[in-house]
């Protein structure tokens, strides 16, 4: 079984200053994670993912991710957070088969004040 | 990225009445496709796993009478809600996969269904 947590429901941050989204996954067999985000009704956008190999993983937008086996995390940053970074963003996790089905942490509302 | 494409991006229906979504992937294709149910200010909960040519894998406390799927191809799932209620209304989101133990689910931008 997988289950993913995602510390804070939302997140305040000024333009410029930096982001940290915390995610924890759980998983009995080494885990293929995922960032996404979300915009007010719309699907969902991949901003990276973790499969194998580094584990410092650059996405799109500027943000990155790292995963950490021993605390079993992987957090999500950007440096500077710019205005249209705000949105909804959820982890998640699936087995390293590649056809099992992504499990959805709860999502982190991230806001950014001018 | 590849592209998967959701129709209608939102629909009003009436209480009683059947609604189709239907969930494209334009330019791969598409051997699972997921549907997922998001309730406001929530997570995606998963409702089926459908592969093509098969039924569809439901999963619990899902009706699989009342969300009928069908994956009839490789580029094309339809999810149809039977007999809507209020209760009904919410934001459904498919995602595809393609072959080869692709790792990445692409997701359709949703479907808004809101039943009077």
């Known amino acids: 079984a997988q289950s993913v947590t995602q510390l804070g429901s939302h997140v305040s941050v000024s333009e410029g200053a930096l982001v940290l989204l915390r995610c924890n996954y759980s998983s009995s067999v080494p885990p293929y994670l995922f960032w996404y985000v979300q915009y007010p009704n719309q699907g969902l956008q991949l901003l990276l993912k973790y499969t194998t190999g580094a584990t410092l993983v650059k996405g799109i937008n500027g943000f990155e991710a790292e995963f950490k086996k021993s605390e079993t995390s992987f957090h999500l940053t950007k440096p500077s957070a710019h205005m249209s970074d705000a949105a909804e963003y959820f982890c998640?996790?699936?087995?390293?088969?590649?056809?099992?089905?992504?499990?959805f942490g709860k999502g982190t509302m991230l806001l950014v004040s001018p | 990225g590849a592209v998967v494409s959701q129709h209608p991006s939102w629909v009003i229906c009436k209480s009683g009445t059947s609604v189709k979504i239907e969930c494209r992937s334009l330019d791969f294709q598409a051997t699972t496709m997921f549907w997922y149910r998001q309730f406001p200010k929530q997570s995606l909960m998963l409702m089926a796993t459908?592969?093509?040519?098969?039924?569809?894998?439901?999963e619990q406390g899902v009706e699989k009478d009342k969300f009928l799927i069908n994956h009839a191809s490789l580029t094309l799932s339809t999810l149809t809600v039977t007999s809507a209620h209020p209760e009904d209304s919410s934001f459904y989101i498919c995602?595809?996969?393609?072959?080869?133990?692709?790792?990445?689910?692409?997701f359709g931008q949703g479907t808004r269904l809101t039943v009077v």
């Open positions: 459908s592969n093509e040519g098969s039924k569809a894998t439901y």
């Open positions: 995602s595809a996969r393609g072959e080869r133990g692709n790792t990445e689910a692409f």
């Open positions: 998640a996790v699936s087995s390293n088969s590649g056809y099992s089905t992504l499990t």
